[in-house]
């Protein structure tokens, strides 16, 4: 956390003790969750869009969902999991919150379901935080499932700073994700059919408006 995040933090109110246990689970088992300053300040843009109807890619162990509904009271979640494991946390996690009548968590690789559970809503948001190496399919994918004037939102397109990196320099493991994210980023802040805006907070936050 750098110091502009923690000056953020600082303002942040005293978190739950289960978001708190949430968190150190996550560190523990390295599972990728969104960053304090990531998260307020993603939580901060849709309690501005107030989003009724909110379909996420990629639940781990369910903690951005429920740090949104805790946040939006009036919103709906579809979160979808394809890990087992993470997807059984995740929705033990959601039946021990109080939010879980609004959470509905689905087990299935999100590139390959057509689960009308999924498809047959309209969303008012769409998050991505799933595989970055596939953000152009899951895109391609799921933007007919959101509402004009609706916004997709998608995390980590600085991949803690990899896509700053030359090719060369990125461990080689990840360089076919990094220049897939990388690629992916061109093409959808040139959509034609998007306002799309990349915003330099928690591991960077990419927005785009369905015009």
């Not at 990531?38 to 969902?65: C, D, H, N």
């Not at 109080?98 to 057509?114: G, N």
């Not at 959101?146 to 998608?154: N, P, S």
Request: glycine share 6%; proline share 4%; aromatic share 10%.
């Amino acid at each position: 956390m750098d110091n502009y995040d923690a000056y953020i933090a600082s303002f942040v109110k005293e978190k739950e003790p289960f978001i708190e246990e949430m968190e150190r689970y996550a560190e523990d088992q390295c599972v990728p969750i969104m960053d304090s300053g990531g998260i307020e300040t993603f939580i901060g843009l849709l309690r501005i869009q107030r989003p009724k109807k909110i379909l996420e890619l990629g639940s781990a162990i369910g903690y951005s969902a429920i740090r949104i509904a805790g946040a939006l009271k009036e919103s709906t979640i579809v979160t979808v999991e394809r890990d087992p494991a993470r997807y059984q946390k995740a929705f033990d996690n959601i039946q021990r919150s109080d939010c879980a009548e609004r959470i509905q968590i689905i087990e299935a690789d999100a590139l390959l379901t057509e689960d009308p559970a999924i498809f047959e809503q309209t969303y008012d948001a769409l998050f991505i935080d799933a595989a970055k190496g596939q953000y152009q399919r899951f895109f391609e994918k799921y933007a007919s499932t959101v509402a004009t004037g609706g916004v997709i939102y998608c995390d980590n397109l600085f991949m803690h700073g990899m896509v700053l990196l030359e090719a060369n320099e990125v461990p080689r493991r990840k360089r076919t994700m990094i220049r897939n994210l990388k690629e992916f980023t061109r093409w959808v802040m040139a959509h034609p059919d998007f306002e799309t805006a990349l915003l330099p907070v928690g591991d960077g936050l990419l927005i785009a408006v369905k015009k």
